[in-house]
């Protein structure tokens, strides 16, 4: 069953957000973390370089598999995740580089399979996702895991829904944005200790009230999480505002 907490707005779920990671990593310096990208998580990622610049969040020994990537795309390109995760939490927050993991949008086309297998060895190898940070698309997908993914899905190539390309164009101006993503699969996220879906705002309150407590279905990603035995949402009062019983 599922959990549900509304907060007043992004920044407070955020600090919360960052509460439960900065006890977790007290717990265990070496956590391994799952993390998504886009606007959803900056607030808590704001807040997680603020406690480790401010109070002394010791984030050195953290590991972090990051969801996605477009692909192709060059790591320096202004959209890339991997450069939108590096400047906003990896180098701030104290993160070794090292330690960071994402999908190579670089990976050439006959290095794809081989390449999502090495992504999802290298997270067996650390012992596995401890908690799984997670935004939610307007359609229910969660990384680039788009309508009709498998509740099996691993580490693998995709191809983007026409929504998602049109919400990333503004991030690739006079250009065509990417065809295709990398994403770890759904059953790969299943397989993370803690589930935390971060949804704000009113544009998500439809979804939101779609996917909460639902039955799984292919046709909204989301759902086929939420018989996760440690699913949380964490949502603003906005995106909660459809939501049959509010908290």
């Known amino acids: 069953m599922s959990r549900i907490r509304v907060f007043a707005g992004p920044a407070e779920a955020g600090a919360a957000a960052?509460?439960?990671?900065?006890?977790?990593?007290?717990?265990?310096p070496d956590a391994v973390l799952g993390l998504a990208t886009g606007?959803?998580?900056?607030?808590?990622?704001?807040?997680?370089?603020?406690?480790?610049?401010?109070?002394?969040?010791?984030?050195?020994?953290?590991?972090?598999?990051?969801?996605?990537?477009?692909w192709p795309i060059d790591p320096e390109h202004p959209a890339s995740f991997r450069r939108a995760m590096l400047e906003h939490l990896i180098r701030p927050a104290g993160i070794p580089e090292a330690n960071f993991h994402i999908p190579d949008g670089r990976t050439p086309p006959e290095r794809l399979v081989a390449a999502a297998e090495a992504y999802e060895q290298a997270i067996a190898a650390a012992g596995g996702i401890d908690l799984q940070v997670l935004g939610l698309g307007l359609n229910g997908h969660v990384?680039?895991?788009e309508p009709g993914s498998h509740a099996g899905s691993r580490t693998r190539l995709v191809e983007?829904?026409?929504?998602?390309?049109?919400?990333?164009?503004?991030?690739?101006?006079?250009?065509?944005p990417p065809r295709h993503g990398l994403t770890v699969g759904l059953a790969t996220i299943r397989s993370?200790?803690?589930?935390?879906?971060?949804?704000f705002g009113r544009e998500k309150a439809a979804i939101v009230a779609r996917a909460v407590g639902a039955a799984p279905d292919?046709?909204?990603?989301?759902?086929?999480?939420?018989d996760h035995p440690d699913l949380e949402w964490f949502l603003d009062r906005a995106a909660a505002a459809r939501l049959p019983d509010r908290v």
Request: avoid cysteine; charged fraction near 30%; hydrophobic fraction near 45%.
């Open 143 to 145: 990384g680039f895991n």
């Open 192 to 199: 993370a200790r803690r589930l935390r879906i971060l949804a």
């Open 39 to 70: 606007a959803t998580p900056l607030p808590l990622y704001r807040e997680l370089v603020r406690r480790h610049r401010e109070e002394g969040l010791d984030l050195s020994r953290v590991r972090t598999f990051n969801l996605d990537e477009y």
């Open 18 to 28: 960052a509460t439960e990671i900065a006890a977790l990593v007290r717990a265990k």
């Open 218 to 226: 292919p046709a909204v990603p989301a759902t086929l999480l939420v």
């Open 160 to 176: 983007l829904a026409e929504q998602t390309r049109r919400r990333a164009a503004a991030a690739f101006p006079g250009e065509e």
